[in-house]
């Protein structure tokens, strides 16, 4: 089983948006007329999951810090719903 709150912020039971690490193959393209080309290379991106419904949160961030930030603005941003609400 994932634990998805291990990268989150604050504490994991409030958190609903947490930062996950993800693979991510570059694949480098050729020009016509060339014979190789270099091999794939691996690298890792960071995407926002929501712990709710594990699904992702907009599009990928090639920092973690990025991703950080935006989860943490996500977070303030849904624990301040309910007060607004009532």
Known sequence: MLDLNTNSFGDAMEDIFV???CNKIIIHGRRAG???HP???AAIWYRI???RTRGFIGDGF???EDAERE???LN???SSLPS???
Do not use: F, I, M, N
Request: glycine share 4%; aromatic share 0%.
């Open 19 to 21: 930062v996950k690490p």
């Open 34 to 36: 060339e014979t190789g």
């Open 39 to 41: 091999p794939p290379d």
């Open 49 to 51: 999951t929501d712990t």
């Open 62 to 64: 090639d920092l973690e």
């Open 71 to 73: 989860c943490r603005r």
């Open 76 to 78: 303030a941003a849904s």
């Open 84 to 86: 607004q609400l009532a």
